[in-house]
């Protein structure tokens, strides 16, 4: 039977890679990704940049800013990943249908099939696959490449960033003999103690171990950590299908107090539709039906939407709609509003309508140049005079101060 040829694809530091793709200033500079900036919230994500201070997943903000003073905060926006990721799995599926998602940032491919129809060698397959997220995406990831995924998990681990490392089947014994039991994956720090006092110490150890000991010790998983330490995982990839096909786009902001302001809720409005539209074009999609969701004080909230007659994907023309809809349902104001929310169902792509009338033309120019503008300097960077005031950090850490941005009438 050939060897089976099994990839782990683990993006590099995600959370933190997305914000510094997005946010030009950022780059190369320690980060954390977190929850709301300004409260109690732990590390969710940290930059290579912050690593290098000993910084790490799970780690009290305090402590990490203990260990580095200078570290940028930068409020998550889940939604922005599990987007990307998307668009990260369906490129995968265009290698194998055989694409297994073991967590937001990482899969495993089985490419045994597959592998030559595309390129000579699974490296030049990863390769390949390395290069496709880099240019499509801007990222990068680590691929490990093994006969199981026991072992591809661990190869990826072997080199990051941006690595990439295979472990033959004729590999495994002289790999596992000095290899720590920590380094498998599915064994903590409890485990490793339990495993530790029983002088098993690495890879090797445990596979020598008897299955009547370790059974004695950890209960029925005793075999199973037997084989792991042996190298061996017969268990298949699974079958993940990934649905392409976007249905909507949106963007969702908890304002910084409660505020029946007009001016804050209308440019805090066109933020959130302009957001959405550079979305939509970034992609190529466009789409018919707005939608606007307002949660106010008391946490009720209200949602309301319009379907328009052609497709639009300029955060203007959101944002017209979007105004129209709160005029119609939230005016005058029952309470002080909580988060604003937008997004643009009913979409389709590379079918936006086509105009020729001057107002249109310009519109579409201004906001392709704004596009050109946001990728090289930051979103924002550049603004309307009604959108002047910033989101704060708590939800777009990547927004710049108001004193930096440029209006446009």
């Known amino acids: 039977m050939d060897e089976r040829v099994i990839f782990h694809v683990d993006m590099n530091a995600f959370f933190a890679s997305v914000e510094q793709r997005d946010t030009p200033h950022l780059r190369g500079k320690p980060i954390i990704v977190c929850g709301n900036p300004k409260s109690r919230t732990v590390v969710a994500a940290c930059s290579y940049e912050a690593k290098a201070f000993g910084i790490r997943n799970g780690m009290s903000v305090f402590e990490a800013k203990q260990l580095c003073p200078d570290v940028i905060l930068v409020g998550g926006t889940p939604e922005k990943y599990v987007d990307v990721a998307q668009q990260i799995f369906a490129l995968l599926l265009q290698f194998t249908p055989h694409v297994e998602v073991f967590s937001i940032d990482e899969a495993f491919l089985d490419v045994t099939d597959t592998s030559q129809l595309v390129a000579a060698t699974p490296e030049d397959l990863a390769r390949l696959i390395k290069r496709r997220i880099r240019e499509g995406h801007g990222l990068t990831c680590s691929i490990g490449i093994a006969p199981n995924k026991l072992l591809a998990k661990l190869a990826s681990d072997l080199q990051k960033p941006d690595g990439l490392v295979r472990i033959r089947q004729a590999d495994i014994p002289a790999l596992l003999e000095k290899l720590p039991v920590e380094d498998l994956c599915g064994i903590g720090e409890h485990l490793k103690v339990a495993l530790n006092d029983m002088g098993l110490f690495t890879c090797a150890d445990l596979g020598r171990a008897s299955e009547a000991m370790l059974t004695a010790r950890v209960g029925g998983v005793g075999m199973s950590l037997k084989h792991m330490g042996q190298g061996v995982d017969e268990s298949p990839v699974g079958l993940f299908e990934v649905e392409t096909d976007v249905k909507s786009m949106g963007h969702a902001y908890t304002l910084p107090r409660d505020t029946e302001d007009e001016d804050e809720i209308l440019g ?114 550049v603004v309307r005079a009604r959108a002047l005031t910033p989101l704060t950090p708590k939800s777009h850490g990547f927004l710049l101060k108001r004193r930096r941005g440029l209006a446009l009438g």
């Open 268 to 381: 805090t409005l066109l933020r959130l539709c302009e957001r959405v539209g550079r979305r939509l074009r970034a992609d190529g999609y466009a789409g018919r039906t707005i939608s606007l969701t307002v949660r106010y004080k008391d946490f009720s909230t209200t949602s309301h939407a319009r379907t328009i007659p052609y497709a639009v994907d300029s955060g203007v023309r959101i944002y017209q709609v979007a105004r129209r809809i709160l005029t119609a349902y939230c005016h005058p104001l029952p309470q002080r509003v909580r988060l604003l929310g937008v997004a643009v169902s009913n979409v389709t792509r590379h079918q936006r309508q086509m105009t020729f009338l001057n107002e249109e033309l310009r519109l579409e120019r201004l906001d392709r140049c704004l596009d050109r503008i946001a990728e090289r300097f930051g979103e924002f960077t």
